[in-house]
């Protein structure tokens, strides 16, 4: 199942033994509101001072600024806004082995995210190792990638608890960060969980349906899972009048749109929010410092197919073959559209209305929610999709502060790097995203296709986009990069021929 590898970096310039970005305004990560303007220093890789150097409105004076060294690399950021490199919990590379990896990292790359969390590494562990220790040593144009192991992999099954801790510990010994889940027998997913705590790996779990009648966020985090992922096995966590969903009698799990329209109507049969039971599980995930990484964007089309399948970045963006992947199928992971309408669509936004008051109560209370797309699947593209996702966590109801802190210092949390990135503070990496417009008055800007604008001069523009995106002290030119992705695609087209619409009928 091997996509194809990354091609060696050409992109990107230094790191540089100083470099100085100049008059940003900053939005640290951390909750607090913005400040400027600052000059950030940058050695090697490492930040070394961020410095306030006068007053909105005012010239700055020079003798507050740092001196820059000879042949020290400088970027005027005035009017621009700095933040920390974004950080995507749930990011696979590639959901089919034909999508190339550098058509997936630029993508990542140009939307400001330098780190993601690989949860399965389905190209193969072997594979996803190669490419984290290559992005480590920036050989590739990539984000840091934190590998996390499909529960599994590489064996014929696993049937004792005791075959479930030897593939933990080689899992631990190849190089893994954690281990992904779906679920397992109760005997095997606990001594799974308990010796990868042991260990001290983190872990993810898509609490898959087939298991969820015992297997629920209570168990797992019991045991030791440290996330969760989607939302499967929080509302079963909550039924108060029933063990499990209320499936139709003609249900058919391997039948998708029997899957996920009926997925649509989970919340509604949990405990109603605020009630003993809510609170209970609430306050229970809070004490274990449990993470919430709800990837709201991956299942948006349920709620809104039109509007997933017609994103304007699809054009330019989807290779042809991510987008035959897309299109309706009986055998494509997450092409569900059978016969999906208006009463799917109903439901599904109902759904997201009691998830969204969850996740933004669980925010509220003190705990950590994280920023994942899960893209590739059901119209989601890549870079585009993750900061679909800062948009739905303000429909949640998180101030757009906390959706950035959700993007950058949650992320480096759960992942146990808040030492080295998250922030932008003296001592961590430098991974930055620096974009012209202010995000927090319209996410809009940062995505790669921009943000819609009407000039004075009654002139419509794009604007926005990150303009550079600095990864370990390297500073790339993000609409570079995306430029590149826009050049794959077109080559795609003209070889494949162009795909408009494939897998529906014309209209015409």
């Not at 190792?129 to 099954?157: C, Q, W």
């Not at 019991?222 to 929080?234: A, P, R």
């Amino acid at each position: 199942m091997a996509q194809t590898p990354a091609p060696d970096r050409t992109d990107g310039e230094g790191p540089y033994t100083q470099l100085i970005i100049r008059g940003a305004t900053l939005i640290n990560g951390n909750g607090a509101p913005p400040m400027g303007p600052v000059d950030i220093v940058v050695e090697d890789n490492k930040i070394t001072k961020v410095q306030v150097v006068g007053s909105p409105g005012v010239d700055i004076s020079e003798s507050r600024r740092p001196k820059a060294n000879a042949g020290a690399k400088e970027i005027d950021a005035s009017g621009m806004y700095v933040l920390p490199g974004f950080i995507d919990m749930h990011g696979h590379i590639g959901s089919i082995r034909e999508i190339p990896a550098e058509y997936v990292f630029k993508l990542w790359m140009g939307h400001g995210i330098t780190t993601i969390r690989e949860p399965g590494s389905f190209r193969g562990r072997e594979w996803t190792l190669e490419h984290k220790k290559r992005s480590g040593k920036n050989e590739i144009t990539a984000p840091r990638i934190v590998s996390y192991t499909g529960f599994g992999m590489g064996t014929d099954g696993i049937d004792t608890p005791e075959e479930a801790v030897k593939w933990v510990k080689d899992n631990a010994e190849a190089g893994s960060d954690g281990i992904k889940f779906f679920g397992a027998r109760p005997d095997i997913m606990k001594a799974a969980l308990e010796e990868n705590k042991r260990l001290g790996l983190g872990s993810a779990c898509h609490h898959a349906q087939t298991n969820v009648a015992w297997l629920n966020v209570l168990n797992s985090s019991e045991w030791g899972l440290t996330s969760m992922e989607h939302w499967y096995g929080l509302p079963e966590a909550m039924f108060a009048d029933r063990i499990v969903q209320h499936y139709p009698v003609d249900y058919n799990y391997q039948n998708e749109q029997h899957r996920f329209e009926e997925a649509g109507k989970l919340w509604e049969q949990a405990a109603e929010p605020g009630s003993d039971k809510w609170n209970e599980v609430m306050e229970t995930l809070l004490s274990r410092d449990f993470t919430l990484d709800p990837t709201f964007n991956i299942y948006e089309a349920n709620r809104d197919l039109m509007r997933a399948r017609r994103a304007e970045w699809h054009e330019d963006f989807t290779l042809p073959v991510q987008w035959e992947f897309y299109a309706p199928s009986k055998v494509s992971h997450g092409s569900y559209w059978h016969s999906w309408g208006t009463e799917q669509e109903v439901t599904w936004k109902n759904n997201y209305k009691i998830w969204m008051q969850f996740v933004n109560e669980y925010k509220n209370r003190g705990g950590r929610v994280t920023t994942g797309s899960d893209s590739g699947y059901i119209y989601q593209l890549y870079g585009f999709a993750y900061i679909r996702e800062l948009e739905l966590l303000r429909e949640a109801g998180f101030h757009p502060l906390e959706v950035i802190r959700s993007a950058t210092l949650m992320g480096a949390e759960a992942l146990g790097m808040e030492d080295k990135i998250g922030t932008i503070e003296v001592g961590k990496m430098a991974d930055l995203v620096i974009v012209e417009e202010n995000p927090l008055a319209d996410l809009k800007v940062l995505y790669g296709t921009g943000a819609i604008r009407l000039t004075e001069d009654n002139e419509i523009i794009r604007a926005g986009g990150v303009k550079y995106t600095i990864k370990d002290g390297i500073v790339f030119d993000a609409k570079e990069l995306l430029k590149d992705v826009r050049e794959m695609v077109k080559k795609a087209k003209e070889e494949e021929g162009e795909i408009v619409q494939p897998g529906y009928p014309n209209w015409d």
